[in-house]
């Protein structure tokens, strides 16, 4: 596959990231009650005792929850294990118990990994489990906690089931972070864990990121950084903090582990809750949630029903057509087009021609997508494959197949595409040329200058049903075939 | 007639009101007589509904009447501990961090004993939030032992136990998470049952230590606390620690005896009591001998380093379980300037200082550094106490203690000295760590009249066995 350049944050430095992906799991109700998993709704509607966490109120652990967790961890290739709840202790008003109930030593997916499409592989430190917190919002102020007037709660979203999923610091620049961050979520989605919203919360990162001089192994001070709301975000802040501890380092000053935040507006990071650094979570195992052991034949059972991956499809792909442009490859990778092509490659189509069309003919009809089902797209470039049907007509009938349901013969016959043999398509060109004495004279005498007068006229007639490129080799072998005659 | 009526257990009761010789009503009239002249003295609850309560005796004996069958605990007065949720009385734990609060759900336990038609008296005094031996550290009020008014109840379920004790209610529940129930009743001479860990659901139960909680029943009788047992006990899929087994059959087995019943006497756990309270352990030892039973000693030390194992297991829990009163949603609220400082007055404010010694206690020993040290050494020697009792189970069917080591103390003796409260509770603090069930049994009364506890308990699920020894017990010391 293609390698990247690796663009460092400045001549001889090199970045070492690590990424944190909250992703919000879409179950049919929260992590450990019966309250509808949803967004969107009037604020604290959603709630019972349990996600309000009032005195007295247990959780019960979401099966759906754990079955989310075992696929995303199969497709991560992860090792699933048998895990345990922990309380993360700390004080803060969006959270109902003041703990979060989260996976600590052993989370229920460790020691994965996954592969970037440009064949970079970052590993999977963890996968796991833990709570949503409440949503709050500031009034005043700034919108932040520390000068608003007041500040409203919402907690609709307390309990939602988040998987976190925390990569090894394998990412070495800020492009390749963003590469990770999609391919994750269309692993996410693809299995149907989550539905890959950024905008919407679903999907949430953290980035931990540090620099070093290139050649150096050892790993130097970290800072992460939060709210990171999208793609465009973790890219700019990643380099603006690249930059920054770069300048810090040649400047001489001390680089200190911190949270910072990333400032949209200001496109900054800022430090934030300097406090925080000396917490001390007191993790101690949930008392109310016995371990969670996944039943090994509920794993295997899911290990069968994993979808199909890009990285799968990647490799199938570049085994039959190694030199495709990246773009070309993801385009027709992507789900919406690969049965076509899938379907197309499992039929012996042309690889080249399979994806050519998918990637142009294919991809222009996907937001109409009606009948053109894979099946009869497979038909369309057998067709074409076989020499039945010129390009042009392939062309012009994938359409008409997506417009119109009737079977791809009464299509061809439809649109007068029956006579396209290569006899037929010479019997056209034959018939034109007999009507133009005096042209086809000339031609045949070798004045190339007349072909194009020729073929213009064949194609006013029969170009809805033939090629100009067939006409263009209906035409040359008519010539040759007048030359042999004449020896 | 009143006085009558409260002697009656709930079987007795029932067929009194079956064969219409007494209303619902009339019941519930001669307890409202009855907490009128005992309560200003005892002290026993927290809040009180007898108006409602005689609208459910109405409703129930019109039910009678229309010749609808009724549940096992119809008509019967009942007290609930103030830890477990209501939504008919506020539920305070006995904190003023909770003053007010009125739950917007009932526990488990309570829905299981209103579909089975008890009638709810009100909600009674413990230790804040359950910490405690004697009931003195409520932040409301001191509840006093029936026995005598100078003494403790014990606790932490001393409000429950005075209830029953006084009979201001025929039974009561109370929540054991290091002897709260056995321990009050045995300074108050009723029967306190703490059930095997998961047999009864915690939902509803505001959480002292999760790992060590568990509901149970306080009653007159070793017969009505095994009715009450049945009627709560059983599995509930609103709490992830329950057992998936049923509830035992108790009360048909009561009266099956001990005969070739193996029971071993805890003798380091004998020898921590007053020559009273050890004198009482070897009247019940004789009548179960007589019954047919072999008893013999066993020495088990490992269950003494459960008390200091206790002290960092249920501290660690509460400091997480407590952090939840932080004056955001609900109870008492101190403002501040910044949310922090809202939380610190209001935790400042709102807990007494028993409560603030364990969450500082549990905060430390869970600590990044420290953990190890406590927390996990905790644990270790949990399994310790585990396989004590399970190499115990290998000889005996059952095993005998005292409940408490001594009987009902002054109001105020210990108050100065926690680490001498919390070794009263030497004895049933294992069978929390455990998680096994005991039961606490009146064995006689002391020179000064005050009640002495004998202690059975048993391997997990080994109720039926422990309510056998017990009716054994209650009926060879009548």
């Not at chain 1, 973790?234 to 380099?239: G, I, M, N, W």
């Not at chain 1, 052991?293 to 570049?318: G, M, V, W």
């Not at chain 2, 030497?426 to 009146?442: Q, R």
């Amino acid at each position: 596959m293609s390698s990247r350049t690796i663009a460092g944050p400045a001549k001889g430095w090199e970045y070492v990231i690590g990424l944190e992906v909250h992703t919000e799991l879409k179950t049919v109700t929260k992590l450990f009650c019966g309250c509808p998993n949803a967004f969107g709704e009037e604020p604290n509607t959603s709630i019972c005792p349990v996600c309000l966490g009032l005195p007295g109120s247990l959780p019960v652990m979401n099966a759906q929850a754990v079955d989310f967790a075992i696929r995303v961890g199969l497709a991560l290739n992860a090792t699933i294990q048998r895990s345990q709840f922990h309380r993360k202790n700390y004080f803060y008003p969006d959270m109902p118990k003041d703990f979060q109930i989260s996976q600590y030593d052993v989370p229920i997916n460790a020691h994965g990994r996954l592969e970037l499409p440009s064949g970079a592989v970052i590993g999977i430190e963890r996968a796991h489990l833990e709570e949503d917190t409440g949503k709050l919002v500031h009034r005043g102020g700034h919108g932040r906690i520390e000068s608003a007037e007041y500040s409203l709660i919402d907690y609709n979203r307390s309990g939602v089931p988040l998987l976190e999923i925390v990569s090894a610091p394998d990412i070495r620049d800020p492009d390749e972070a963003k590469e990770y961050v999609g391919e994750l979520r269309s692993i996410l989605v693809a299995v149907g864990a989550s539905d890959g919203r950024m905008e919407e919360g679903s999907l949430r990162v953290d980035a931990n990121v540090s620099v070093r001089p290139i050649g150096e192994t050892t790993f130097r001070t970290r800072v992460e950084i939060k709210n990171l709301n999208s793609l465009r975000s973790l890219t700019r802040a990643l380099e603006y903090e690249g930059r920054r501890q770069v300048q810090l380092y040649e400047d001489g000053e001390t680089m200190l582990q911190q949270t910072r935040f990333w400032d949209e507006a200001r496109s900054v990071t800022g430090a934030l809750r300097i406090k925080e650094e000396a917490n001390d979570y007191r993790y101690f195992p949930e008392p109310d949630l016995p371990p969670v052991a996944p039943d090994p034949s509920l794993i295997e059972e899911r290990r069968s029903q994993l979808p199909e991956l890009l990285s799968a499809r990647r490799a199938q792909l570049y085994a039959l057509v190694p030199d495709l442009r990246s773009d070309l490859r993801e385009t027709v990778i992507a789900d919406a087009c690969w049965p076509y092509l899938r379907a197309a490659l499992d039929a012996g189509i042309t690889p080249s021609r399979a994806v050519a069309r998918c990637a142009n003919e294919l991809t222009a009809l996907l937001a109409e997508i009606d009948a053109l089902s894979p099946e009869r797209f497979v038909e369309i470039l057998g067709l074409e494959d076989q020499g039945t049907l010129g390009a042009s007509q392939a062309k012009i009938l994938l359409r008409e197949a997506n417009d119109d349901a009737k079977p791809i013969g009464d299509l061809v016959v439809k649109l007068g595409f029956t006579a396209n043999d290569a006899s037929a398509i010479q019997a056209m060109v034959a018939e034109v040329i007999n009507s133009c004495p005096e042209e086809w004279a000339r031609y045949r005498d070798g004045d190339e200058k007349v072909a194009g007068f020729l073929l213009g006229q064949v194609m006013r007639q029969h170009g809805r049903q033939i090629s100009g490129a067939d006409a263009r080799n209906a035409l040359v072998a008519l010539r040759e075939e007048a030359h042999s005659d004449e020896s | 007639m009143n006085d009558e009526i409260l002697d009656w257990g709930i079987a007795e009761l029932q067929r009194r009101l079956d064969d219409r010789q007494v209303s619902t009503v009339e019941v519930l009239g001669a307890y409202e007589e009855q907490i009128a002249i005992q309560e200003p003295e005892v002290e026993a609850f927290l809040a009180l509904d007898l108006e409602s309560a005689k609208d459910v005796a109405r409703q129930q004996d019109g039910r009678r009447a229309r010749g609808e069958k009724l549940g096992r605990l119809a008509g019967v007065p009942i007290a609930l501990k103030d830890n477990l949720c209501t939504m008919a009385f506020p539920t305070t734990a006995a904190s003023k961090i909770l003053e007010g609060w009125v739950p917007p759900y009932d526990a488990t336990v309570v829905e299981r004993l209103r579909r089975d038609d008890g009638i709810m008296l009100g909600k009674t005094n413990l230790d804040e939030f359950a910490m405690g031996s004697s009931t003195e550290n409520s932040a409301y009020k001191i509840t006093h032992n029936p026995h005598d008014l100078e003494r403790v109840p014990g606790g932490s379920s001393g409000g429950s136990a005075a209830a029953v004790a006084s009979r201001m209610a025929l039974v009561a529940l109370g929540s054991d998470t290091g002897g709260s129930i056995r321990q009050p009743a045995a300074l108050t001479g009723v029967v306190g049952f703490k059930p095997t860990y998961g047999r009864v659901s915690r939902y509803g139960l505001l959480a002292f230590a999760s790992s060590l909680d568990q509901i149970g029943p306080l009653a007159g009788t070793v017969e009505d606390a095994a009715i009450v047992a049945e009627c709560i006990m059983g599995h509930d899929p609103r709490d992830a620690t329950s057992l998936q087994e049923g509830s035992p059959r108790l009360v048909e087995v009561l009266g099956e005896g001990v005969q070739g019943l193996r029971v071993g006497l805890v003798t380091n756990l004998l020898a921590t009591a007053s020559p009273q309270v050890k004198t009482g352990v070897n009247d019940a030892i004789a009548t179960l001998v007589k019954a047919g039973a072999t008893v013999d000693e066993i020495t088990l030390e490992e269950l003494e380093f459960g008390l200091a194992a206790y002290y960092v297991v249920a501290p660690a829990e509460a400091s997480s379980n407590l952090a939840r009163y932080d004056g955001v949603r609900y109870g008492l609220r101190e403002p501040g300037a910044t949310v922090e400082e809202m939380m610190i007055a209001t935790r400042t404010k709102g807990f007494g200082p028993e409560v603030k010694r364990r969450i500082m206690l549990g905060t430390y020993a869970l600590s990044a550094g420290y953990y190890d040290a406590f927390y996990v050494t905790a644990q270790r020697v949990r399994t310790l106490v585990r396989a004590a009792f399970s190499r115990a189970y290998t000889s005996f069917d059952l095993l005998i203690a005292p409940t408490s080591p001594t009987t009902a103390f002054r109001i105020g003796e210990r108050s100065d000295d926690p680490v001498e409260m919390y070794r009263s509770d030497v004895c049933t603090i294992p069978s929390n760590l455990s998680g096994d069930p005991a039961i606490s049994v009146p064995a006689r009364t002391d020179d000064d009249g005050l009640p002495i506890g004998v202690q059975l308990l048993g391997p997990a699920l080994s109720e039926p066995l422990l309510f056998r020894a017990a009716s054994v017990i209650e009926e060879g010391l009548r």
